[in-house]
């Protein structure tokens, strides 16, 4: 099973409006990632976490995080065509003894013009 | 500095052979870090090489292996191919590698036929 999963798994809105998605894991974290890509390219790292943070920001970017209920939400203001893209969480979690980074299965991100 | 490279960027193999692929991080960087990507699978972790060593390793078969030289640089190998290995490959580097944040080439689009 996913370690991070995102909700909704697709999203359209129209350009302007605010665009939310969300993220739930299972284990204790040291951190979360949000990463985006666009489509049929590499990721790109859009803001880090940390455990012991709720709430962060970085331009239009706002991110929460809520250890007691293990999801984190990632808050898009201002849409804009160019944010079109897929975006996935990212959460450290020990697997077989090994500290590793597991992405979710991403939300599909249309801004419509 | 430059980003992550990785060749080439498109690759059509037949089933049975094998295929390299190779992945230049970004200068200074000790980690590499290899995912596999398919609608189906979503993001999936591969392997991670820090200072030549694999440091950690996904659930992948034999058939999948790497290796990162002393300049960082790294090279995937896949063995015996499969239809199913047609994906996107992705490598990612970072200064000290998971959890911190990665920095992803632009992948590799692997197409087994």
């Known amino acids: 099973s996913q370690q991070g999963e995102e909700d909704p798994q697709a999203l359209s809105i129209q350009e302007g409006e605010n665009a939310t998605m969300n993220c739930s894991y299972k284990?204790?974290?040291?951190?979360l990632q949000w990463y985006r890509q666009n489509s049929g390219r590499g990721l790109v790292h859009l803001i880090l976490i940390r455990s012991n943070e709720r709430e962060k920001h970085s331009g239009r970017l706002r991110v929460t995080l809520d250890t007691s209920k293990k999801s984190s939400s990632l808050l898009i203001t201002a849409s804009r065509a160019a944010d079109t893209a897929s975006y996935f969480c990212a959460t450290d979690a020990i697997i077989q003894g090994a500290q590793k980074l597991v992405f979710g299965q991403g939300t599909r991100l249309t801004i419509n013009p | 500095k430059a980003g992550v490279t990785q060749t080439p960027r498109y690759l059509i193999k037949t089933r049975g052979q094998q295929v390299t692929l190779s992945c230049s991080p970004i200068s200074g960087h000790r980690s590499v870090s290899w995912y596999q990507q398919t609608p189906g699978q979503g993001l999936q972790f591969l392997f991670e090489?820090?200072?030549?060593?694999?440091?950690n390793k996904g659930n992948f078969p034999g058939r999948f292996s790497g290796r990162q030289f002393s300049n960082s640089r790294s090279e995937m190998n896949v063995s015996t191919l499969e239809l199913g290995d047609s994906a996107l490959y992705l490598c990612?580097?970072?200064?000290?590698?998971?959890?911190?944040?990665?920095?992803f080439g632009p992948g590799t689009r692997l197409t087994v036929l």
């Open positions: 990612a580097s970072s200064p000290s590698g998971t959890p911190d944040t990665q920095y």
């Open positions: 284990t204790s974290i040291n951190n």
């Open positions: 090489y820090f200072s030549e060593t694999q440091r």
